[in-house]
């Protein structure tokens, strides 16, 4: 039974809650769109009580893309067991359920939102892109990336966040076929690079040699070589 008491609430738990209030709105609708007083309505408190703990819907703004950030970081992490590619679809699909959930949020912590030209919001961005380059590396068991490597993992993590951008205009592309599109992109990329450099060849190769024939890399082979037989001959020079 209930008393009708309202319990009150310790500073960082406040804080916490008008956190997760913010970030609930900005994740459904654009923050320049959102008001101070939706806020505080959404939190059950008043408008001068959220200045109490946050100085303006900028300083919210970025708590709450704190919080993001730090989640969406950790849809990268993944278990080292297992072929990579079966790893990657799974971050995919982990990092496209955060897409989904949180379509304008995503969008206005990759552009900027209300927080274009802070050098906060941006280095939060930067530091979800550099978390998911690190967890690809690990995952490569690559300490030392040379630079081909380095420019192909973090083409790759560009490539998945520009996706995702473009989906969440009308999703018109089914959700499944983009996350698996973007293993067969780190394959693509991954071997394009290998063709220039032997230090990335013998990468391409170890990668490769923990691969099933069923799996997401296996089926590219499959795709391409299927294409193959229609593709013209190059015309001699």
Known sequence: MTTGVRRRMGVDERRQQ???VALELFSHRSPDDVSIDEIAAAAGISRPLVYHYFPGKQSLYEA?????ADELAGRFVEPHQGPLSA?????MGRFFDFVDEHGPGFSALMRGGPAVGSSTANAMIDEVRNAAYLQILAHLRVQQPPARLELVVRSWVSLAESTALIWLDGRRIPRGELELQLVHDFAALAAVSAAYDQEMAAILLRMLAEEPADGPFGELVSRLSALLPAVPAPRAG
């Open 18 to 20: 008008l956190i997760g």
């Open 64 to 68: 709450a893309l704190r919080r993001a």
């Open 87 to 91: 790893r990657l679809l799974r971050v």
